[in-house]
């Protein structure tokens, strides 16, 4: 997932947000 970040800033981002928003509704 950190690539994906790192080569998407932008999409990245918003994906890395809604990655941590969901892991933190499940947790």
Do not use: E, Q, Y
């Not at 997932?1 to 947790?27: D, E, Q, Y």
Request: aromatic share 4%; glycine share 14%.
């Amino acid at each position: 997932m950190r690539l994906g970040i790192v080569g998407l800033p932008n999409v990245g981002k918003s994906t890395l947000f809604n990655a941590l928003t969901s892991a933190g509704a499940l947790v």
